[in-house]
């Protein structure tokens, strides 16, 4: 795996430049300015600063690597995050395409409705499918699905105030368990209970604060080895499917929980597997069910998927996350911001800039009765 993904560093690369040669490359980074929707009763809680940290260390890196990037002031200082990056409203958008931008990098929460739907004809988009995301970002229902489909995926339920004990046991369910939320980001809101009263207790905690909506999740805690995989669109460089990229190992957990990145940087307590970890049975399993999930979702940006293994050895998918953080060291102050996307690209052999070429790869854009092209195809 190590080799064939070096291999693809120089072409990827190569090809991102000859596009930038060619025309057709002014970028311009978003970053979630909107408040996000309540749908069904449910939100997915804004991260402070709506992703301006990471779309800034995306349009520092690359613009230093020689890419046409666009940016809301003429001299964009590379320790002010807003410098470099446009708000994902409907007068952000127009404001880059105004300055010219044909790629519009959504590094930020999309969902149906969202203002960049009105560009997805006539701009290369690097994201996903707004209406794809958001269904994606329900995640009772994304493992469900994901379930149905022959995948391992941890057992859980959805519940409101508290949970009968006959109903964790209709669904196999045991302490330990994990409470979370349905439209979470990251570990932030996540809970390990280890009895009815904590519980009671965390459920309560969760909704009354009223972050992420009504409803939660109660799902079964794997207490073996969690490794977070990164999945790319075969056009960054996939064998005729989808890019799996080195897994990192998460440690140092929280009670049971990986700490929120925004309190503990992931550069503290995670590291790519050796290349020789990678080789036991169970991991490949695990990189080929990661390699199922990207294309039963139909994603055309980078997942993040969050694996722990069971009693057994396997490998459990129990986080599917759409909009997965890419912020990457360069910025002043920044040195220990790679993201666990990262780790896993400098594992394969690219650097951060090798990543993001290899994100702008994978840029699409909707043609005739509304099919997806992607720019490596059809660039």
């Known amino acids: 795996m190590i080799t064939v993904v070096n291999e693809l560093v120089k072409r990827v690369v190569a090809r991102a430049a000859a596009w930038h040669d060619g025309g057709m490359t002014a970028i311009a980074v978003l970053y979630q300015a909107l408040p996000p929707p309540l749908i069904d009763g449910l939100r997915k809680d804004p991260k402070p600063g709506g992703y301006a940290d990471s779309g800034a260390d995306i349009g ?7 890419f046409d990037i666009l940016t809301p002031v ?5 320790g002010k995050m807003f410098d470099w990056v446009f708000p994902d409203t409907l007068d952000g958008i127009r404001a880059a395409v105004d300055a010219g931008a044909d790629i519009l990098w959504a590094n930020t929460v999309l969902f149906e409705g969202h203002p960049i739907e009105a560009f997805l004809h006539s701009h290369w988009i690097v994201g996903q499918l ?9 995640k009772f229902a994304t493992n469900a699905l994901l379930r149905a489909q022959g995948l391992p995926v941890a057992a859980s339920l959805t519940a409101g105030a508290s949970v009968t004990p006959q109903r964790l046991a209709d669904e196999g369910l045991h302490f330990p368990l994990v409470v979370k939320p349905v439209r979470g980001r990251g570990s932030q809101g ?13 459920l309560k905690h969760l909704l009354e604060e009223g972050a992420f ?3 939660a999740i109660v799902e079964q805690y794997l207490d073996g080895e969690e490794l977070a995989l990164t999945v790319l669109h075969e056009a960054a460089g996939g064998n005729g499917g989808p890019l799996v990229l080195p897994p990192v190992r998460r440690f140092n957990h929280a009670d049971g929980v990986a700490p929120y990145n925004g309190i503990v940087a992931v550069t503290a307590n995670s590291a790519a597997l050796k290349p020789a970890e990678m080789e036991t049975e169970a991991v490949r399993e695990m990189m080929r069910d990661c390699a199922a999930v990207f294309e039963a979702l139909g994603a055309l940006a980078p997942l993040r998927i969050d694996c722990r ?3 057994q050895g396997r490998y459990v998918i129990f986080d599917v996350n759409m909009k997965p953080n890419m912020t990457g060291a360069g910025r002043p102050g920044r040195e220990d911001q790679d993201s666990l996307c990262t780790m896993a690209a400098r594992a394969a052999g690219w650097d951060y800039v090798g990543l993001l070429s290899a994100m702008l790869a994978c ?6 009765q ?3 092209l992607v720019r490596s195809h059809h660039g």
């Open 190 to 202: 996540v809970t390990r209970v280890l009895d009815a009263g904590a519980l009671d207790a965390a």
């Open 309 to 311: 293994a069971n009693a």
């Open 60 to 66: 520092c890196a690359l613009r230093r690597a020689g």
């Open 74 to 78: 003429a001299e964009p200082n590379p």
């Open 130 to 138: 707004p209406a794809r995301q958001q269904a994606v970002d329900d």
């Open 363 to 368: 840029a699409w854009r909707l043609g005739d």
């Open 370 to 372: 509304d099919q997806v």
């Open 213 to 215: 909506g009504k409803l």
